[in-house]
């Protein structure tokens, strides 16, 4: 084989682009690259394979294996040599490739005459493509030189596979074409159809070759220079940034001076890559390396990465964010991850928010939840699959995303959607009626806020009043802590919006995976039972002050209530009563109205309160079962992980003989008890809440029509008695009877 130079390999580029402009069908592209690459490498054999679909590998093209099993072989992700490469994203180079481990044979390809063997994958920026290989009948391993220049020729082909430049009959490497299911999860509940909207629209190299390294290597440096100065200009207006954020942007500054990462991209640029995609490649090359780490700090690095290589590429090739597209009717936004105050600021335009990452407690998600749009988390690879305008429908009921749909699929979709719309029309008739069934027990029907853009839901969706006000929704939308002033003006709006009804503030709800951006992070290992709500508030009374002072002073004298999140022992919630009534009698000592209605409670979500003495219930003027944390520490199962959460029934007797025993509690003290949470929302989870003799339920908006419209067809005496049968037989899961008597109605 002859010995591979850097000229070498940009006599090859360059042949590359000439073969790729010449006109012909993707799969005549295919045939004249691997002919070529094959005779530029000295190799008898080289070969393409490309996704079929995310598991599947197939072969395309091919220079001396049999040309009968193209698009006939195929091969599982991992399976053999080629699907090592591209399970791993490391290049294999064995001189023997039969004994190499995980060798498949692949009889219909007669490959069995070439012992050497070189796999490359063909990826871009973590997208798994396919892998290009070269074999030979001389048993040797390829030299370090000739393992480099295939993969700078593999660079080009991803670019070029991004560009849709190998679009066949066969659908393979068509991306950005065909329908795609993404299979997520719940983070909001609802559905919608729109348009894509990417928040971060990806950067698309169109010139992967460069004609003049010493014209790439200067335009390398002038972008490498302005990222530098875009750097030190965030470090110097840094001021009132913590210690985190600022170490972020140190770390951003040492990687844009790295003398490694620039000598990799010039060393690129003489090979014969445009300085676009000698970005891309180590890009590229190094997400391969750090998803294969351990290391989970390593693999958080691969953010970091992303960004600073994202902003080189758009200096580079001017694809700013701002690309002068405006939003398209009804859109979708698709995202990697997003902040509460970019989502705010997009608002009530959008249909619907799909997220590779994000959780179900996630500050998107809360926001979401507050603006009532459908939100699927955990979609990955959509970012890199989606474009501006793509047709998307979102299902944030089952957590499934078709992006360019099928017309049966949209039809199919249109029909659910007008179903659920009709359904809305009739609940609308019952929004001035209660909540009563037909033995004529009234159930109170509250709704969840967290934004003064929720309150004009409060009078159309027929709610009695707001059951949670998310008060952290304010802290988590600013850069620097609320003033005192503008929370209590905030609260005071609030207030005003409610009219006479009532308004139950929940008083800072922080930690967990609701991480203030200028808190310093807790690293826990295990924050959902960390340092979180009320045992932040207690540590820290300065801020607690702060925001009862603020919820006192809005209320100019009108009833208030406040609750307290997270409480686990009576002390805490003593401690944090006896809080409010100190800055209450301090008010009013100077002078200021206070409310002389003023009602105090807590949120039993650990199970230890159900057990607290009685003169913790008696201390209490009301309590609110917080369903989603009381369910997860329950059944030991994290509401953050899809494998178990969905593990475990609502309606199951363990769980709601539970819950019976925290309504016995409460009736004995006399105090008013309520449920809050994802399950309060979901009408046959409430109805039979409300049978066990819970009647306050607090959830979305939404929810309200459907879960008033259950009770009044029903009758809670009847399923009470239908529930202790159902016990009475033994029945673990409750929810079998419940449906059965629902169904006789």
Known sequence: MPDRSKGDSRTLLRRLRDTLAVPGGGQLRLDRITSLIADSMGTEVCSIYLFRDPETLELCATEGLNPASVHHTRMRLGEGLVGRVARTGVPINTGDAPSAPGFRYMPETGEEIYSSFLGVPI???????????????????????????????????????????????????????????????????????????????????????????????????????????????????????????RQVLEAYKMLARSRGWMARMVEDIGAGLSAEAAVEKEQSMARARLEQSPDPYMRERLNDLADISNRLLRLLTGQGQDTGAALPENPVLVARNIGPAELLDYGRKLKGVVLEEGSVGSHAAIVARALAIPLVIHAERITTEALNGDTILVDGDQGIVHLRPEDSIVAAFRDKIAMANEAQKRYADLRDLPAEDRSGQVVSLMMNAGLMADLPS?????????????????????????????????????????????????????????????????????????????RVGLDKPGVLRMQLQALLRAAGGRPLSVMFPFVATPDEFHAARNALLHERDREAALGRIVPEDLRIGAMLETPSLAFAQDSFYAACDFISIGGNDLKQFFFAADRENERVRRRYDTLDNAFLTFIERIIVRCQHSDTTLSFCGEDAGRPIEALTFAALGIRNLSMRPASIGPVKHLIRRADLVELRQVIQRARNTGAQNLRPAVTEYLASL
Request: no cysteine; charged share 30%.
């Open 458 to 534: 409060l009078n159309g969706s027929g709610a009695d009043g707001v059951g949670l006000f998310r008060t952290e929704l304010q802290f988590l939308t600013r850069s620097r802590v609320p003033r005192r002033g503008e929370l209590a003006a905030l609260y005071k709006r609030v207030m005003d919006a409610a009219g006479d009804k009532r308004v139950q503030f929940r008083t800072l709800d922080i930690g967990s995976d609701k991480v203030l951006p200028y808190m310093k992070p807790q690293d826990e290992p295990n924050p959902a039972m960390g340092w979180r709500a009320i």
């Open 123 to 245: 990826q871009r920026v973590g997208e798994k493509l396919g892998v290009l290989v070269v074999q030979s009948k001389q048993a040797r391993q390829f030299l370090e030189d000739e393992v480099y220049g295939l993969e700078v020729v593999a660079m080009v082909l991803a670019e070029m596979t991004e560009l849709g430049a190998f679009s066949a009959d066969h659908g393979i490497g068509a991306t950005h074409r065909f329908p795609v299911l993404f299979r997520g999860a719940t983070g909001q509940e609802g559905a919608a159809e729109g348009r894509v909207w990417l928040h971060e629209p990806r950067v698309v190299v169109t010139n992967p070759v460069g004609d003049d390294p010493e014209v790439e290597r200067q335009r390398l440096q002038e972008a490498i220079d302005a990222l530098r100065a875009q750097i030190d200009g965030m470090l110097e207006n840094a001021t009132g940034m913590d210690k985190e954020q």
